[in-house]
């Protein structure tokens, strides 16, 4: 379907020159002299680099045939990581490309939206927060109790990140996908 560039929104779909991208940043510009243009920043769904793109006002692209399907993280075998589509219970590998930095903070049976460019996954959106147990953390230091002082944490994905030195192994946090932050503990 052909989308003209006033219709520009962040998070449309496109695809240039034969790849899929999504917008995450426009602007509509009207010069005092000339025509009037649209100045974008366009993040490729393949490679995740960003490409700035200055479209006239008016021009038509191609939206990108992009699919957003629920699916469960299952398990690793190895090869890929195993999804389930919650809708029809099939089950896809998707390899370690696709999922970036997402594979740290999978976890079994979590839910997910794949998104499948022409049949094929390419990116992987998790929730934008996970409730994970500790499972290795050195004891905090007595006397190193200045504030903002951390110490690093691994939680049973397998990632490792920074936590306030009253987290002990065993404790349940809330860890940002978005940023891989320590967020808060929750309680038990």
């Known amino acids: 379907m052909a989308v003209d560039t006033s219709q520009f929104k962040n998070g449309l779909k496109l695809e240039l020159d034969g790849q899929p991208f999504n917008i995450t940043y426009f602007q509509h510009v009207k010069p005092g002299k000339g025509g009037a243009f649209v100045r974008t920043k366009l993040k490729n769904l393949l490679n995740g680099k960003v490409v700035d793109r200055t479209f006239r006002s008016g021009e038509k692209l191609e939206e990108a045939d992009i699919e957003e399907k629920g699916m469960q993280y299952l398990y690793h075998d190895g090869e890929g990581l195993i999804f389930m589509d919650s809708a029809t219970y099939d089950q896809i590998p998707i390899g370690g490309d696709v999922l970036g930095r997402a594979v740290d903070y999978l976890l079994e049976n979590m839910e997910v939206e794949v998104l499948f460019w022409k049949g094929k996954p390419v990116q992987?959106?998790?929730?934008?927060?996970?409730?994970?147990?500790?499972?290795?953390?050195?004891?905090?230091?007595?006397?190193?109790?200045?504030?903002?002082?951390?110490?690093?944490?691994?939680?049973?994905?397998?990632?490792?990140?920074?936590?306030?030195?009253?987290?002990?192994?065993?404790?349940?946090?809330?860890?940002?996908?978005?940023?891989?932050?320590?967020?808060?503990?929750?309680s038990k």
């Open 124 to 186: 992987i959106q998790l929730p934008n927060y996970i409730v994970a147990k500790v499972v290795k953390s050195d004891p905090g230091v007595k006397g190193d109790t200045s504030s903002g002082a951390s110490k690093p944490a691994t939680i049973e994905s397998g990632a490792t990140l920074n936590v306030p030195l009253f987290i002990e192994e065993g404790d349940t946090i809330r860890v940002d996908t978005r940023t891989g932050e320590y967020s808060e503990r929750v």
